[in-house]
């Protein structure tokens, strides 16, 4: 990591869960407490109504809401972002929009999913709402879930926008992104837990984790250890978090599914469904393993 490597949104942002009360409302007192914690625990700012916060089920209303109580219990020193991307560029304005009037330091631009539009509409879609408010953006880069890439050199292109400013990077791959924080000053910031250390080795700005839910001092020690000039006690603190990341990451269940299995944070809102008690209970005993290592 270069001292010049930009971070516009500090180095260790955590992914929240959106906690839900037993009956499947918004519950804004959990979420004010679970920032808290995410805050003392070593975040350097929280990025809402992403994947992770179920943003695909949550309300305009529900959505502002969170931020305004998640804004009051964190104060104005740490960063918050929110999701503002949709299937249509309207939806996309307004809640960027919405999010500006709420408190919001920063968008989470997910490019335009279904329609799988080409690169000149992603492209649009993404310049029309960085004009749409004073806000910086993260442009939010996976196409697993959208179905469309968003390529280097459409980002190239977008990196001239003066608050086009970083990416979340969820492509996985790690050669593209290189090629772009070459020729840009966008902050990289990897999306994907298993690539926190290796696009933070390379220039990167740190990451965007769901896994933080759960352990934000641990996803946040090997960046510190490689700060302080100690790769190898980096790569094995990295190491530690392997297995807890792929039970929550790569298990066939999504990340909120299996962070909301660990967490007192009420239920996942439908289609998505609990995780069942087999899968429940190896997150946590690889989640207490973490804790005890």
Do not use: W
Not at 169 to 182: E, H, P, R
């Amino acid at each position: 990591m270069t001292a010049s490597a930009p971070r516009p949104f500090g180095r260790a942002l955590c992914a929240m869960i959106t906690p839900f009360t037993a009956a499947g409302a918004l519950d804004p007192d959990a979420a004010r407490a679970h920032a808290a914690r995410l805050v003392a625990e070593g975040c350097d700012g929280i990025v809402l109504s992403g994947t992770t916060g179920e943003s695909p089920t949550t309300t305009d209303a529900e959505k502002s809401a969170l931020l305004r109580a998640v804004r009051a219990e964190v104060g104005d020193g740490v960063p918050l972002l929110t999701g503002v991307g949709g299937p249509d560029t309207a939806t996309a304005l307004r809640l960027a929009r919405e999010a500006e009037e709420a408190g919001a330091d920063g968008l989470l631009v997910v490019s335009p999913y279904y329609s799988r539009p080409p690169q000149a509409a992603v492209e649009a879609y993404v310049l029309r709402v960085a004009d749409a408010t004073g806000l910086p953006l993260m442009v939010y880069d996976i196409p697993g879930r959208t179905g469309v890439r968003i390529e280097p050199e459409t980002l190239l292109r977008l990196a001239e926008h003066p608050r086009v400013v970083a990416v979340k990077d969820c492509a996985y791959d790690l050669l593209g992104s290189t090629k772009v924080m070459a020729r840009t000053s966008l902050a990289y910031y990897s999306g994907c837990e298993e690539l926190n250390l290796p696009l933070y080795a390379v220039g990167g700005a740190g990451y965007v984790s769901t896994v933080a839910n759960l352990v934000p001092r641990q996803v946040r020690a090997p960046l510190d250890a490689f700060d302080t000039g100690r790769p190898a006690e980096a790569a094995r603190l990295n190491g530690l978090t392997a297995r807890l990341t792929e039970l929550m990451m790569a298990s066939g269940l999504p990340g909120t599914v299996t962070a909301k299995a660990l967490l007192d944070a009420g239920p996942v809102r439908e289609p998505l469904q609990p995780a069942g008690r087999e899968a429940a209970d190896g997150l946590r005993r690889a989640y207490e393993e973490l804790l005890a290592a």
